[in-house]
């Protein structure tokens, strides 16, 4: 039971963390949506995801090889440091001199193009900076990652609030992004000093030709992820103009709020999964069965009541009058988080068993088809063609992913059933909506919640075992 112990500790960490650090990005994100209205939140949207792609290309997949490597020999700590800060150095430089060629080969106004320049110096901070965090994850110290993100999001919000009232344009909203991410990056510098010991000299190199072989499929299923996640966004861009994009950013920031949900979890057990995959191919296989069982009983509810009070959340959360569009997008996404939900934990454990170059072609395969239906959707059905691709897309995604795993574990069929009581509840959830949707949006949430829960628990959707897993994770927080 330490283990879980330890799992439930960092998932109530990142739990924590990442839950007050995506009420803070949601309030920015917002304010910024509101205050720029749907042309400027466009091109702002347009930006953030040219300099992800980036970004990218950037960290080469080096961040989870270090996550995966040093949590299996942690004598070679600072090895790992020394020879990613160099090496992510020059991957920054190079990066920076592609993106300024390709941003000015996209014909878009002068706006766009200075905020690209500007945003693009945080390609070397991030880079550097996330090597840092991938050290404290794998040593398992999620809770000053933690402390650290939302600190520095609180600078950025702080900053871009005081922009507002100022009434500042576009390209200083971005330069608070990047005057946070400089932050981040210093105190990562000196809280790695205090915590680790850090050899004056360390000549020796990590790196070889072997390691960025390996690296190279993490890499490619990160841009192929982001591609695949993201890629929308410039294709209504350039199809549509930036006001569709705008709609479509609106609704598609509240579906990444909910991300805390499997991001926090897969963080947390990214590492134990990672030592399974080593020493119990049955303990990986009860720990992917039991995430795939908790995560969708919070992903069925989300998309039933977020699909059925879609409008609602968009008139609360974006007071100016340019997002009605959005509702109807938000809507169609909801459908997609359940599929979402569970291919974050998919990807998270082929990572950790070392079937990297056996995901990025189904991550592959995913992206072409999404590129594909964007193409066909997009240009008849501007950004609500990008929304249904997206659903289509992670059901195709989730689908292939299912298929690789069979080969890897023994399906726990179970399981499997008892997602019926989580469809159960779910539907009775969204009957409960359906009667009672003029009441207050709070009281329906409030309400809801509390009927899902009642009959997950009258059908006994948790067994014995889980709740022996629940009872340890009350007993360490009660020591």
């Known amino acids: 039971m330490g283990t879980i112990r330890r799992i439930a500790k960092n998932t109530a960490v990142l739990t924590s963390s990442?839950?007050?650090?995506?009420?803070?990005?949601?309030?920015?994100?917002i304010a910024i949506a509101n205050y720029l209205k749907d042309s400027g939140y466009g091109k702002f949207s347009f930006i953030i995801t040219i300099l992800g792609f980036f970004q990218v290309i950037a960290n080469f997949g080096l961040d989870k090889l270090t996550i995966r490597e040093v949590s299996k020999c942690k004598e070679?700590?600072?090895?790992?440091?020394?020879?990613?800060?160099?090496?992510?150095?020059?991957?920054?430089?190079?990066?920076?001199?592609?993106l300024v060629i390709f941003i000015n080969l996209t014909g878009?106004?002068?706006?766009?193009?200075?905020?690209?320049?500007?945003?693009?110096?945080?390609?070397?901070?991030?880079?550097?900076?996330?090597?840092?965090?991938?050290?404290?994850?794998?040593?398992?110290?999620?809770?000053?990652?933690?402390?650290?993100?939302?600190?520095?999001?609180?600078?950025?919000?702080?900053?871009?609030?005081?922009?507002?009232?100022?009434?500042?344009?576009?390209?200083?909203?971005?330069?608070?992004?990047?005057?946070?991410?400089?932050?981040?990056?210093?105190?990562?510098?000196?809280?790695y000093k205090k915590h680790f010991k850090v050899s004056k000299v360390c000549k020796s190199s990590i790196l070889s030709k072997k390691t960025l072989i390996t690296a190279a499929p993490f890499a490619a299923i990160g841009f192929a992820s982001l591609i695949y996640n993201h890629i929308d966004i410039v294709m209504l861009s350039l199809m549509k103009g930036d006001k569709p994009v705008g709609w479509y950013s609106a609704a598609y920031t509240l579906i990444l709020g909910l991300m805390f949900?499997?991001?926090?979890?897969?963080?947390?057990?990214?590492?134990?999964?990672?030592?399974?995959?080593?020493?119990?191919n049955k303990m990986l296989n009860f720990a992917w069965h039991k995430s795939i069982k908790m995560l969708l009983a919070f992903a069925l509810p989300i998309s039933v009541g977020g699909y059925m009070l879609s409008e609602r959340f968009i008139n609360l959360f974006y007071s100016s009058g340019s997002y009605t569009h959005s509702s109807l997008a938000l809507q169609i996404?909801?459908?997609?988080?359940?599929?979402?939900?569970?291919?974050?934990?998919?990807?998270?454990?082929?990572?950790?068993?070392?079937?990297q170059k056996e995901a990025i072609m189904v991550v592959l395969v995913s992206t072409a088809i999404n590129i594909g239906l964007n193409f066909i959707l997009i240009p008849k059905y501007s950004y609500l063609g990008a929304a249904w691709t997206t659903v289509v897309a992670e059901i195709i995604n989730v689908c292939f992913f299912f298929w690789l795993i069979s080969h890897l574990l023994k399906f726990n069929y179970r399981d499997i059933k008892s997602v019926l009581?989580?469809?159960?509840?779910?539907?009775?959830?969204?009957?409960?909506?359906?009667?009672?949707?003029?009441?207050?949006?709070?009281?329906?949430?409030?309400?809801?919640?509390?009927?899902?829960?009642?009959?997950?628990?009258?059908?006994?959707?948790?067994?014995?075992?889980?709740?022996?897993?629940?009872?340890?994770?009350?007993s360490r927080k009660a020591k």
């Open 333 to 355: 996404l909801m459908i997609a988080i359940p599929w979402i939900f569970i291919s974050a934990i998919n990807m998270y454990l082929l990572y950790a068993a070392n079937k």
């Open 261 to 280: 949900i499997p991001r926090c979890y897969t963080l947390s057990i990214f590492p134990v999964l990672s030592r399974y995959a080593i020493d119990s």
């Open 18 to 29: 990442e839950v007050l650090n995506k009420v803070l990005s949601l309030f920015l994100y």
């Open 421 to 474: 009581k989580v469809v159960i509840s779910s539907a009775a959830l969204g009957l409960f909506i359906y009667m009672f949707i003029s009441l207050p949006l709070i009281l329906i949430i409030v309400l809801g919640v509390a009927i899902y829960t009642i009959l997950l628990l009258l059908m006994r959707y948790l067994n014995e075992e889980e709740f022996k897993i629940i009872r340890e994770v009350f």
């Open 76 to 98: 070679k700590t600072h090895e790992y440091v020394v020879s990613m800060l160099r090496f992510k150095f020059f991957l920054a430089l190079l990066t920076y001199l592609i």
């Open 108 to 191: 878009k106004g002068p706006e766009v193009i200075y905020g690209v320049y500007l945003m693009g110096f945080s390609i070397l901070f991030i880079g550097l900076s996330n090597t840092y965090m991938s050290i404290f994850n794998a040593h398992e110290k999620l809770e000053i990652n933690a402390i650290l993100l939302v600190f520095v999001k609180l600078i950025i919000l702080g900053l871009t609030f005081l922009g507002i009232y100022l009434k500042v344009g576009l390209l200083y909203i971005l330069s608070f992004f990047v005057i946070g991410e400089a932050i981040r990056t210093i105190i990562f510098h000196f809280l």
